[in-house]
């Protein structure tokens, strides 16, 4: 009988590097969900325009597409440790510059629109360095508890997190309260200095970076159709995330009737949370019973239904236990993609693979669906704006359903760079 997914988590916390790591990545994430919360507060009270809202999330995501694919290549040719500190610090000084204009009265929406950029940018190349570094301290058999790991304790977090900062925002601005991910960007890099085993696995001797190499990574991805196929639907799923992203805070103040300030803000984030933390220890499961293609499969369908939930909420109890589903649902899907991703790509290549996989997600859907989701806002109900993009979930399990994955193997190898 196979040991349980608590003792499999036991025993990865109980290697010293794993800790670090999963430390740091928690550590991050929870900073982050305090500024996922306080960034559209802070330009809707700024501003008390959607559009201008919806523009958070594309500034965070466009950087994907702009420099992801030479962030992979960076990161496949580089010590990886060593990017991932120095993205860390660069971070905190950019963010810090946020509550820093704020105490000082100059601050203003176009600052902040430029600080999320500059922020997401320097993490586009933490990312890279962090998505190759994972596959190799714990091993490719890990990698999937290894990511349920990471993904649950970071949304534990979240679920607590966003109701503290909903609370917060009552009696503290949401500039000041970005201060937080500040310190929380230095003690990741604190972590991450400290795992003593390599992030880096072995490579070929490598020549100066070109263009050829950055391009590596696509053409791996054109040419696996199980991995080419995840990328599609994974665009589609991060566009339904982008659009409800960009416009939950409008949604909530003109259909929910929850407003800045109001405690129950923070509820509607938290749920969010709680419906990852459950996700995060049912993907793992459904990978081992199903493998990643053929569980793709099994959560499209539901996951599309909760998007179309999701719009129909029309009470902040209700809202919230849309969105609740929704973010298992999500959570599972783009769990399922990242390991399945990991899991057969090459270590000579798992940066690009990886990064050029979340320049698709991040760089094309979900910055396509917070501007669709703002523009739908400024002319329609928003209730009517999520649905119209929620109908990209039902898109995505279409597709499942007629490629590849019905016929994929439940274990992927390894597969030639």
């Not at 999330?57 to 030479?70: D, H, N, Q, T």
């Not at 081992?288 to 029309?314: D, K, M, N």
Request: net charge positive; glycine share 8%.
């Amino acid at each position: 009988m196979g040991s349980s997914a608590p003792a499999r988590r036991e025993r990865l916390l109980s290697d010293p590097d794993v800790f670090r790591y999963v430390a740091a990545r928690i550590v991050s994430l929870t900073g982050s969900a305090v500024t996922f919360i306080a960034m559209p507060v802070l330009i809707y009270g700024i501003t008390g325009s959607a559009t201008w809202t919806s523009l958070v999330i594309v500034a965070e995501a466009v950087p994907y597409l702009v420099f992801g694919l030479w962030a992979g290549a960076l990161a496949d040719h580089a010590d990886r440790r060593r990017m991932m500190v120095g993205a860390d610090l660069m971070a905190a000084i950019a963010l810090a510059t946020v509550p820093v204009a704020f105490w000082f009265d100059s601050l203003t929406a176009v600052h902040v629109l430029v600080a999320a950029f500059v922020v997401r940018t320097i993490y586009v190349f933490f990312d890279a360095a962090n998505q190759g570094a994972l596959p190799t301290l714990v091993g490719r058999e890990r990698l999937p508890a290894a990511n349920a790991l990471v993904a649950g304790g970071s949304t534990v977090a979240e679920t607590v997190v966003p109701t503290l900062a909903g609370a917060l925002i009552v009696v503290i601005s949401p500039a000041s309260i970005i201060a937080i991910d500040v310190l929380t960007f230095v003690a990741s890099a604190l972590l991450i200095r400290g795992i003593v085993r390599p992030l880096t696995g072995a490579r070929p001797a490598q020549s100066t970076l070109r263009l050829s190499a950055v391009a590596e990574g696509t053409r791996f991805i054109l040419r696996h159709e199980i991995i080419r196929v995840m990328i599609v639907i994974g665009v589609l799923v991060a566009f339904s995330a982008g659009s409800l992203m960009a416009i939950l805070v409008v949604w909530a103040d003109r259909t929910l009737g929850v407003q800045e300030g109001d405690w129950r803000l923070g509820m509607l984030f938290g749920a969010w949370g709680i419906g990852a933390v459950v996700g995060s220890i049912l993907m793992p499961r459904l990978m081992r019973a199903f493998g990643g293609a053929r569980a793709a499969l099994i959560v499209l369908p539901f996951a599309a239904a909760s998007g179309v939930t999701v719009a129909l909420a029309e009470t902040w109890l209700t809202g919230a236990l849309a969105i609740a589903g929704w973010s298992l649902m999500y959570l599972v899907i783009a769990t399922i993609s990242v390991t399945l991703r990991q899991q057969v790509t090459p270590e000579r290549l798992m940066s690009r693979v990886m990064t050029a996989g979340r320049m698709a997600t991040f760089g094309v859907g979900y910055p396509l669906g917070a501007v669709a989701a703002g523009a739908l806002a400024g002319v329609f109900d928003t209730d009517e704006a999520v649905l119209v993009c929620q109908l990209s979930l039902v898109l995505a399990a279409i597709i499942a359903w007629l490629s590849p994955l019905r016929s994929a193997p439940k274990r992927l190898d390894v597969a030639e760079g």
